[in-house]
């Protein structure tokens, strides 16, 4: 199994209010197609490592790699397309852009990864978003959509380009019991039918009970 | 949402054009701000251009474009002192009298002929005079001319009340009065009137000819009469010229002729402007004026631009921390924020060429009567292209402001704290 994703020494600091150690000498890998979720109780860290994992966040010590390339140290230029091209997001919130329909919300990361024709992107949409069972859903104003389906949109969003990984932070954290187990039920459909390397940052038991490996972390440390 | 589906566009610009398109009214709004500037812009100089234009007409119905003339000398002292040890001498240098009289102006007139870009050239003689009839007299100044030629430059015929200039030819002792002399000695056209010159020599002239131009002073004083009677009226022979009028093609560049005039002819040669400096100086005031004005109003419609790119980014800071995170690049942010305010500028300017181009159109066609005629507007392409580059200009560099800001925002930070 390949290695899609490492990181070594994973050191950051808080400055504010004073200084405090947030992650502290992070070291682990994640294989190809592997579904893992970090646990851990609030101020622990997870989110902050997820961020650094996603090369949003640039201010720490340590290396991480993404296929055995490097990626710390570089411009943010050359991140914003390894972002574009190898990793997707999800997040509490959904974030899909008011002005546009779902289906345009799903196109535009491959739009400006610009590697398909434009009528190539959309017929992938559209299989995605019947893939995740909101095809209907797909000319509608992303506005208009129910919580459940706004996620599942956003969860077609990561997936578009393929990308290596897709990261998320708290996926159901917005969500009520029935969405979320609609949304656990599709990142477990789309790491098994996809083969899909997904990271997600959770507090909910039952759906880190799901995933292949917990990473349980405390005070900046994995267990 | 499917916008403009034949064009491929850039998935930068899909998004400002998406951002303008789901907020038309204050796209429109805003849009129309920029108009009004751009507008004022171009209304302001093309009044300034018309009105220059206007005054340079009218200086130029009594003033050549180059006149040639012989220069007062002042009489240089007999010694000269240069060591501050010897003896102080004081003198009291005064202009020499000496004949103004050109010397061979047929030459001189020849010769600034044949230099290329001259349109005319004409002898010239002023001269004060009075005028009498019976008790009442009026001073003044004559012109003896060549009326042909003096009408060629300064388009007298245009002013002509009563007469014609036909009849000076054909008169030798005619003169052409303005209609402020005639009034103040009550006399008509053929009526006589008697002419003193400063040498004292009276001459009866017949009034061939009347004009009225805008300014009532010249009016009062002016008159035209052939220049053979106005070289008798100075005591002098037939070559005794003063000034040599010259017109070129170019008003404005007159100054480059005259090393050449002054090397062929040997005398002074003085532009129209070197002449006229205060209304050189009235009309650079009137650009700065209105240049500042139309400054203003367009930096106040930038501020608008400014504004509501500003509030969209403000907005969407949410739009723009997923945009980054999906991998838009700064510079991606920076474009669809400039596109946006440039979407808008471009409108503006549009909206601003129209409404600006309406504006000179209706003011051209107000009269005001006078030897004005119609409002003094100019309508120049050329403004209108300063104009489109201002514009954008302006819109650009309000769009680049909060677009920067835009590009800085840091997804993390928004994330975290939702």
Partial sequence: MQTILKTENITKYFYTPQKFKVLDNISFEIKESEFVSIVGKSGSGKTTLLYVLSTMDTDYNGNIYIENNVITGLKQDKLARIRNEHIGFVFQFHYLLPEFTCLKNVMIPALKLNRFSREEIEVKAYQILKLLGVEEQALNPASKLSGGQQQRVAIARALINDPK??????????????????????????????????????????????????????????? | MKIFPKIKLNVDLEIALTHILA??????????????????????????????????????????????????????????????????????????????????????????????????????????IFYNNGSAQVNGSSSGVNIYEANEMFD?????????????????????????????LNVRIDDNISVVSPTGIVKIMKVVGMFKTSNSVVDKSKSYM?????????????????????????????????PLIQERTGYIAEDWKAANESAEASKKTRKVMMGS???????????????????????????????????FAGKSVVKIFISEALIIG?????????????????????????????????????????GVFVGLFVTFIAGLIPAKGAAKVDPVSIFRNL
């Fill in chain 1, 165 to 223: 990984i897709i990261m998320c932070d708290e996926p159901t954290g917005n969500l009520d019991s029935k969405n979320t187990s609609i949304v656990m039920d599709i990142f477990k459909k789309i790491s098994t039918e996809l083969n899909q390397t997904i990271v997600v940052v959770t507090h909910d038991n039952d759906f880190a009970n799901s995933t292949d490996r917990i990473m349980e972390m405390q005070d900046g440390r994995i267990l």
């Fill in chain 2, 23 to 128: 907020k038309k009214k204050q796209t429109v709004i805003v849009s129309f701000a920029a108009a009004i500037g751009i507008a004022a812009f171009i209304f302001l100089n093309s009044l300034v251009l018309g009105f220059n234009r206007d005054s340079d007409e009218a200086l130029f119905k009594s003033t050549p474009h180059i006149r040639i003339y012989v220069e007062d000398k002042m009489s240089e002292p007999l010694f000269t002192d240069s060591k501050s040890n010897s003896l102080t001498i004081i003198s009291n240098p005064k202009i020499i009298n000496e004949s103004k009289k050109l010397l061979n102006p047929e030459k001189i007139l020849y010769n600034v002929k044949l230099i290329e870009g001259v349109t005319t050239a004409t002898t010239w003689l002023n001269i004060n």
């Fill in chain 2, 156 to 184: 007298i015929q245009s002013s002509m009340v009563e007469g014609s200039l036909q009849n000076l030819i054909s008169t030798p002792n005619g003169i052409i009065i303005g209609v402020g002399i005639a009034e103040k």
């Fill in chain 2, 226 to 258: 052939n220049l053979s009677i106005a070289q008798q009226l100075m005591a002098q022979g037939p070559d005794y010229i003063t000034d040599i009028y010259v017109n070129v093609e170019d008003p404005n560049t007159a100054v480059s002729y005259l």
């Fill in chain 2, 293 to 327: 004005i139309s400054i203003i109003i367009l930096i106040v419609a930038a501020f608008t631009i400014y504004n509501v790119v500003n509030m969209t980014v403000k907005q969407k800071l949410h739009d723009i921390a997923i945009l980054k995170a999906q991998g």
């Fill in chain 2, 346 to 386: 471009i409108l503006g300017t549009i909206m601003g060429l129209i409404l600006g181009t309406l504006l000179v159109k209706a003011l051209s066609k107000v009269y005001i009567g006078g030897d004005r005629g119609y409002f003094p507007i100019e309508f120049e392409p050329k403004i209108m292209i300063m």
